[in-house]
Structure formats: C-alpha cells, structure tokens
C-alpha cells in the first residue's frame, strides 16, 4: 500500500472499444489517498465504489474490518492499481490512482471483505463493464449500477436502488423500497419480508419476480415478458407493448391493472379470492374456470371484493384457478 497526496480532476470516464484504450479521471478531491490492497481499521460507515472492467465481489467474513484486493492478469502498477481513501466515515474506491492516464484492455477483480455484522448508511457500487457480486450488502440505502456488467446481490435495506443497460440483474431483497430498471438485460428478482413498494422496467429484458408481501408492485416493458409469482399485494400494475404477462397471486389481492398491446395475459387466482374483473379485448378471447356472474364487461366471482383490470388490444386473456 502507498500513500499520495494529489488533487483529482472530475470524474471522466469514457470506454470505446476493447482495441482501443480506455481514458479514466479520477473524482475532483484534493485528499490524502491510498493506492492498492489494503486493511481498513478506520471506523467506516458508508461504501463508495466505482469501477471499471473486471469485477466486483463483496463477501461477508467473521472479522471486524474490511479489507479491499484487486487482482488482474496484467501487471498492476501506481497508475493502474486502484487508489482509496476515507471521508467523513466513507469509504471510497476508484478503479486507479492516478489523474489521468491511457491503458489497453486492462481487467481488473475487486474483492471487498465486510464484517458479517456490517450495517451502512450508504452502499453505492457502481461499474461500467464490470460484474457485481454481493453475498449480502446491509445498508440504510443500497444503489448498485452498471453498464454492460451483470448484477448478482442479496440486499437488506431501506431503500434499494438498481440498474443496468444490458447486464442481467439477479437480486434477492428485503427492503421498504425497491426500484430497478434495465435497457436489454432481464431481471430476476426474489423479494422477502414486507415491502413498501417495488418499482421495476424494463425495454426489451424480461421481468421475473417472486414477491412475499407487496403493497404496490409496478412493472413494465416494451417487449420484455413480465412473470410474477406473489403471495400477498395489495395493488399490481402490469404493462407492456408485444410481450406477455403472467401473474400468480396465492393468498390476497386488493387491486390489479394489467395491460398488454399484442401478448396475452394471464392471471391465476385462489378460489376463495373473490373478484370483479373488467375485461377489455379488441380481437383477442377470454376464457375462466371461475363460476362467473357476467355484467357487459365485468365478470365477478363471489362478493367481487378484489378490482382487477385487464385489457388487450389482440391477446388473449385467460383466469385461472390456482392448482
């Protein structure tokens, strides 16, 4: 580990393509830095990573410090090694150590080792192709981005934060609040405990979610199929353009608005779950195996206590006793 003192310029990264170079500037802050691997004994409350290509792994250990280590197929020097430092009980870590300079291809894999006790304020990860790998990231706010890298993460916080442009995104999460969104890659997400609100889009990736208990769930895409498997919410909004949506409620349900242009719909629902389901279809058909009262447009199953709201311009639409 080396120490440096400099003043960095703002942050600038630009990546063209692997036989090109890659041009990185490091945050504007004129501190006392460190450069490579090393032992944190400071007292640290919040993590700030940003990254570049390679990846990086959070895990959990019986200790109570962190530790940070970079390895990489090429050697690392004071220019290529990562820099870190601390402010204001934040950890923070950039991809090199000094102001400017131009490498080709250069990969790097991050580990960061956290006390199992470990409980932030802030957990920001951040990378531009680099793959993000957390055993349990424990935070008060947790935000994880990343360009073209895929996400792979269990979370416990209040408020949870993520995205990519076309790397996958699997998270298992507890939280008040969940968002997430995704240009081309899927997202997979498995939600414990109870929440507040989960918030998820998607262009052309694919939406699959588990949900424990929801009091409002959003989802959308434009191509991407939406899949929902979930025990209790309160409300469910569902839409997309071409794709299909596919939602399984096992135990309550207040309210579901699902829309889709050209996919089919389909909702299957317990049998004790009374309902009034608005069905809207242009060319498409509609078939149930629930005994029926037919009003115009309205077909409502016992008290009719749950309001659902499903419409499709030529998709089919089908409700369905759970099995």
Known sequence: MRKITATFLTLVLLIIPLSACKVIVLPEITKSYSVGDAIIDSSVTSLIVDWSDGSINVISSDTNRISIAEVSDSELTEKTSMSWWIEDKTLHISYVGKNIFTVKNLKKDLTITLPKDFIGKIIDLSSSAADIHADLLSADQVTL????????????????????????????????EINGSSSSGDIDLTQNGICEEVKLSSSSGKITTILASVDKFDASTSSGDVSTHAKTVGEINCSTSSAEIGLTVTDTLKYADLESSSGNVSLHLPDCLDFNAEIETNSGGFTSDFALVTKHDHHIHGAGTAEIEIETSSGNIEVIKNK
């Not at 981005?145 to 979370?155: E, F, K, M, P």
């Open 145 to 176: 981005s990343t360009s073209s890298g895929d996400l792979d993460a269990a979370v416990t916080a209040k408020h949870l934060n993520f995205s990519s442009s076309s790397g996958k995104l699997r998270l298992v999460a507890e939280a008040d």
